[in-house]
């Protein structure tokens, strides 16, 4: 990155136009994430020599508006031995680290420090900038929190208001453990509790996120969310996220019996289906959300890894290798089930949108496959879609589709879910966990709402407002333009389709 003039144009092949990519590069977390003085930093688990996993920094981007990104040069770089895993970052408000100067707060990024040999060595350390994240200095007394272990890590740090103390969330991944730990300045921590094993726990424990939501947007009533990742045995396979609804007193976590699933006993899929998923798809990791986002504004967003583990470093792309998730706000609401995690894209979005198209409402026929809006082409697509359910037993629609290939997104009366299959979806066999029908849990009411966005080898799919999401990254044809609707064994009601096409948004200010 820095020192490095090549421009890239972003238009290389399966290049995503609106999400984030990194110019070049090996990407996997994102890191440090946190608002200031107008900008959001989104920093990034990084080699910078290769497209490969290794060398591990944290690259750097900033946005006014986490829609259009500048990058920066490299903000920590691997030294002396010691690799820079994920973590996150903060504004030490009340300068607690006594690094700020000038009287403004100085800017905190807690890392784990990764040390390979024999045994490995993992612990948390600490950098600060006072130029507004341009430059990164580590601190002389790292590391701030050794444990002597070899799997701790990812620490996501964050001010507690009513103990007026930091608390770092941090994992013990083989162990399959959360650990709280506290502070006053950032420097030294005490051991406070842990949580785990606990829901699914057949993947290591990894990138760990607290945080307090306000339920069904009722400020009386406020849960906490713990979300922490698994790197294999997710819903979709591979690494996924979960994540638990319960109370944090600034000391322990405890978990809501009532807000846990129970819809599967332990005997039917055990480990596997005992957990609340983030996603269905097979590409959101390591969602880690915003520190510092201005109370006036008042969302809780993240964003995460679009990629699963099982094939990130075989993915078809060059010179850059993975991207990022659209930005997301996250909320909890009650539903029959109990509170759950509802996510929707982040209405910034929004100013991406170009023509306008849309469809009169009808009801398809039984066996009906119908090609809408044959005069769109674009690969760049957002589109909002209401089915109303009526006696068919399997409907949906297929996008990126040509007589090659398709994405289907479906819903199955007779075997209550609804799916993404994306077996078809153009350049799959780079690696044998890669096609496939990714499946959620979903008895249909009246209605079926689904809002989409496509950025060329990507597909992420919110359903009924987010109750339900899928994230898949896809390789299709570059002709593979159509959207196709269908209706199985029955009729369908279709009450709303529109759409726009998008703008590229990571085309300007891209030094590679
Ligand atoms: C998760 C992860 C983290 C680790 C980082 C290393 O994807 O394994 O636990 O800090 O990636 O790149």
Known sequence: MSGVSKIYDYDECFRPQYHFSPPRNWMNDPNGMFYYDGEYHLFYQYNPFGNKWGHMSWGHAVSPDMVHWEHLPLALAEENGEMIFSGSGLVDWKNTSGFGIDGQPPLIAIYTGHVPGDPVRQYQCIAYSNDRGRSWTKYDGNPVLDIGKSD?????????????????????????????????????????????????????????????LSVDGDNSKVKWVLQVDIDSGSVGGGSGGQYFIGDFDGKFFKVDEANSPKFLTPESSPGKMLALWLDYG???????????????????????????????????????????????????????????????????????????????????????KLDVVPEITS????????????????????????????????????????????????????????????????????????????DRSSLEVFVNDGRIVFTEIIFPGERSHGIELFSIGGSTGLLLFEGWTLKPSMKSGNRG
């Open 379 to 454: 690969s760049l697509l957002e589109l909002k879609v209401e089915f109303e359910v009526k006696d068919a037993q399997e409907f949906g629609l297929r996008l990126c589709e040509s007589e090659f290939d398709e994405t289907a997104i479906g819903i199955a009366l007779s075997s209550s879910e609804i799916y993404v299959d994306r077996s078809k979806s153009g350049f799959v066999d780079f690696h044998d966990d890669f096609p496939g029908r990714h499946r959620a849990p979903f008895l249909p009411e009246a209605l079926v709402r689904l809002h989409i966005f496509v």
């Open 282 to 368: 097979k590409d959101f990791y390591a969602a880690v959300s915003w520190s510092d986002i201005p109370e006036e504004d008042g969302r809780r967003l993240w964003l995460a890894w679009m990629s699963n583990w099982q094939y990130a470093q075989h993915v078809p792309t060059y010179p850059w290798r993975n991207a990022m998730s659209l930005p997301r706000s996250v909320e909890l609401r009650t539903t029959a089930s109990g509170i759950r995690l509802f996510q929707m894209p982040a209405r910034e979005l929004k100013q991406l949108r170009a023509r306008h198209f849309q469809v009169a409402p009808f009801v398809m026929a039984a066996d009906s």
């Open 152 to 212: 701790f890590r990812d620490p996501k740090v964050m001010w507690f208001e009513p103990g007026a103390y930091w608390v770092m969330t941090v994992a013990l991944s083989v162990e399959k453990k959360i650990q709280f730990y506290e502070s006053a300045d950032l420097k030294s921590w005490n051991f406070l509790s842990e949580f785990g094993p606990a829901g699914s726990t057949e993947g290591l424990w990894e990138c760990p996120d607290l945080f307090a």
